[in-house]
């Protein structure tokens, strides 16, 4: 049964006696936040995302554009900065896919969406129009990652491995065993470098024809997955486990070492500052968490939200932050410091406390599943939108994961 239809049914038989399915972890968070959608920023239109939703991937195209990605095919485009948005829906309306990242190459002319299902979208007009390519995959892809206005790389369940050097004409499909993977990214040096289940790392020096094994690789139950990976143009990079744990480069990923930070929230998206501003990197994570990081020191950005943030974009002097019951926060650098924009909505104390319950509870149940069965269950660890959910899920009942030396 396709996941939509999951979230028809708002607690599916009180989620199958706790026998939680992603989806059905994101619904039951979602009845949480209901009421209490964020739309941050000035002029914001709070109509385009409501509590129901649940946004995945945003990246910013040529100057003033902006784009939000979501379930069921949302795709939520702004033309100002993020001070405005509107709303469309891409693909089929009979069976709509849900969508999980949107990046644009250099310029912002070419971007590429992806999502559940193996779906891949391509503009080359900054957003104007999205074509449907045809994919050569039906795993669901979780990232894209744009080198150049022909070349990206996408990577998803199943060990999913996904490289184009002509724009979508024909791609290079990898696999990595079962793996999921979560994130993907592009160095400097012109190197494909993706992270995912069990602290995996893989890199490919040719555009994803071939891939070497950089940590990880190993199915250790106890290993935190990697669920971010981000580079900067002057070399620096970082991968960020679920914990966090981060490790550090400052030569396109030729060496590693670990980064100790005093930060405890669980992380699921990690940027580059591309513009202007002096902080190197961002992560973001659960419950709101959203902190820029800059030659190992933090620094937070209350967004009063409680909701999950599961992608952050930068242009500039101007960022955007999506994630779970339709979170979108505006923020915006002044005087060397930055602040979410005017008229965000806050989430009342009372349901972050039911919140952080609801994932107690899952996490629990999670936990209870994986050691009977030795991995996550089927519709969890491996759906189409499974990884990213059970993984924050499990996130909340874990303190914290101690670094390793990193890759080779």
């Given at each position: 049964?396709?996941?939509?239809?999951?979230?028809?049914?708002?607690?599916?038989?009180?989620?199958?006696?706790?026998?939680?399915?992603?989806?059905?972890?994101?619904?039951?968070?979602?009845?949480?936040?209901?009421?209490?959608?964020?739309?941050?920023?000035?002029?914001?239109?709070?109509?385009?995302?409501?509590?129901?939703?649940?946004?995945?991937?945003?990246?910013?195209?040529?100057?003033?554009?902006?784009?939000?990605v979501?379930?069921?095919?949302?795709?939520?485009?702004?033309?100002?900065?993020?001070?405005?948005?509107?709303?469309?829906?891409?693909?089929?309306?009979?069976?709509?896919?849900?969508?999980?990242?949107?990046?644009?190459?250099?310029?912002?002319?070419?971007?590429?969406?992806?999502?559940?299902?193996?779906?891949?979208?391509?503009?080359?007009?900054?957003?104007?129009?999205?074509?449907?390519?045809?994919?050569?995959?039906?795993?669901?892809?979780?990232?894209?990652?744009?080198?150049?206005?022909?070349?990206?790389?996408?990577?998803?369940?199943?060990?999913?491995?996904?490289?184009?050097?002509?724009?979508?004409?024909?791609w290079?499909?990898?696999?990595?065993?079962?793996?999921?993977?979560?994130?993907?990214?592009?160095?400097?040096l012109?190197?494909?470098?993706?992270?995912?289940?069990?602290?995996?790392?893989?890199?490919?020096s040719?555009?994803?024809?071939?891939?070497?094994v950089?940590?990880?690789?190993?199915?250790?139950?106890?290993?935190?997955?990697?669920?971010?990976?981000?580079?900067?143009?002057?070399?620096?990079?970082?991968?960020?486990?679920?914990?966090?744990?981060?490790?550090?480069?400052?030569?396109?990923?030729?060496?590693?070492a670990?980064?100790?930070?005093?930060?405890?929230?669980?992380?699921?998206?990690?940027?580059?500052?591309?513009?202007?501003?002096?902080?190197?990197?961002?992560?973001?994570?659960?419950?709101?968490?959203?902190?820029?990081?800059?030659?190992?020191?933090?620094?937070?950005?209350?967004?009063?939200?409680?909701?999950?943030?599961?992608?952050?974009g930068?242009?500039?002097?101007?960022?955007?932050?999506?994630?779970?019951?339709?979170?979108?926060?505006?923020?915006?650098?002044?005087?060397?410091?930055?602040?979410?924009s005017?008229?965000?909505?806050?989430?009342s104390?009372?349901?972050?406390?039911?919140?952080?319950?609801?994932?107690?509870?899952?996490?629990?149940?999670?936990?209870?599943?994986?050691?009977?069965?030795?991995?996550?269950?089927?519709?969890?660890?491996?759906?189409?939108?499974?990884?990213?959910?059970?993984?924050?899920?499990?996130?909340?009942?874990?303190?914290?994961?101690?670094?390793?030396?990193?890759?080779?």
């Open positions: 049964m396709r996941r939509e239809k999951r979230y028809k049914s708002r607690f599916a038989g009180s989620l199958r006696a706790l026998g939680l399915s992603a989806g059905a972890a994101i619904l039951l968070l979602s009845c949480v936040f209901a009421g209490s959608a964020v739309v941050a920023g000035d002029n914001a239109d709070s109509a385009v995302a409501g509590q129901w939703d649940s946004l995945f991937g945003v990246a910013f195209g040529t100057t003033g554009t902006a784009f939000v979501g379930a069921k095919g949302t795709l939520i485009e702004s033309h100002n900065d993020g001070k405005s948005w509107k709303r469309k829906q891409l693909g089929d309306p009979v069976q709509l896919y849900d969508l999980y990242s949107v990046r644009f190459a250099p310029g912002g002319e070419v971007g590429w969406i992806v999502g559940e299902g193996g779906t891949i979208f391509r503009t080359k007009d900054g957003g104007g129009t999205w074509a449907k390519i045809p994919s050569p995959v039906k795993d669901s892809l979780f990232k894209v990652a744009v080198m150049n206005s022909d070349a990206a790389c996408a990577v998803g369940a199943n060990g999913t491995l996904l490289c184009t050097e002509n724009g979508g004409s024909t290079t499909v990898n696999h990595f065993m079962d793996f999921a993977f979560f994130d993907v990214a592009f160095s400097p012109g190197s494909a470098w993706a992270v995912g289940e069990y602290r995996t790392v893989v890199s490919s040719d555009n994803g024809k071939h891939w070497q950089q940590s990880g690789g190993k199915r250790i139950f106890t290993e935190p997955p990697n669920f971010a990976v981000a580079f900067n143009p002057s070399g620096d990079g970082i991968i960020v486990a679920l914990g966090p744990a981060i490790q550090q480069t400052q030569n396109s990923g030729q060496s590693w670990s980064l100790t930070i005093n930060e405890t929230g669980q992380v699921y998206a990690a940027v580059a500052n591309q513009g202007s501003a002096a902080t190197k990197f961002w992560i973001a994570g659960s419950e709101g968490f959203l902190v820029d990081l800059d030659d190992g020191k933090t620094s937070r950005v209350p967004t009063g939200v409680a909701a999950d943030i599961t992608d952050i930068f242009s500039g002097d101007t960022g955007i932050a999506v994630g779970l019951g339709g979170t979108m926060v505006r923020l915006q650098r002044t005087d060397e410091t930055w602040r979410v005017a008229n965000q909505v806050g989430i104390p009372a349901k972050q406390e039911v919140a952080s319950d609801v994932r107690d509870r899952i996490a629990a149940q999670i936990r209870v599943r994986k050691t009977q069965s030795g991995t996550c269950s089927a519709g969890g660890m491996h759906d189409a939108l499974g990884a990213q959910d059970v993984f924050q899920s499990l996130g909340a009942s874990q303190k914290s994961y101690v670094g390793g030396s990193g890759p080779a």
